[in-house]
C-alpha cells in the first residue's frame, strides 16, 4: 500500500494542476489460511463460522494520494478457519465525480 502510495503521488506530480485526489481500498492477500489486509479507510469484515458476531478490522484512516501527516499502512494478518466468512468493501459508485450535480 506504502508503494502504491508513492506511484499515485508521483502520477499526480507529473500534472500542472494540483491534484487533491486519492483513492480508499482494501487490500487482501490469502496464503493457506492466513489473511493479510491493509486498508486505506476501509475496514475488513468477518465473521466467523456458528458465529453470529462481527469481528471488524479496521484499516488506516488515511487514503492513497495526497494526505497530511501520512504514516505506513499498517498490514493485519488474521488466521481463518474454514468456514469463515470475509467482507470488504469499496466506496465505488457513491464516491464517483460526474452527474447532474457532480
Known amino acids: 500500500m506504502d508503494e502504491t ?47 453470529t458476531k462481527l469481528e471488524v478490522i479496521k484499516g488506516n484512516k488515511q487514503p492513497i494520494g495526497k494526505f497530511d501527516n501520512a504514516v505506513p499502512f499498517t498490514t493485519h494478518s488474521v488466521e481463518l478457519e474454514e468456514g469463515d466468512t470475509f467482507y470488504v468493501f469499496s466506496d465505488g459508485f457513491a464516491d464517483q465525480f460526474g452527474g447532474e450535480q457532480n
Open 5 to 51: 502510495r508513492a506511484i499515485v503521488l508521483s502520477e499526480f506530480e507529473k500534472s500542472e494542476e494540483d491534484v487533491k485526489d486519492g483513492m480508499d481500498i482494501a487490500l487482501c492477500s490469502l496464503t493457506g489460511r492466513t489473511l493479510k489486509f491493509a486498508g486505506a479507510n476501509n475496514p475488513l469484515w468477518i465473521i466467523r463460522k456458528g458465529s
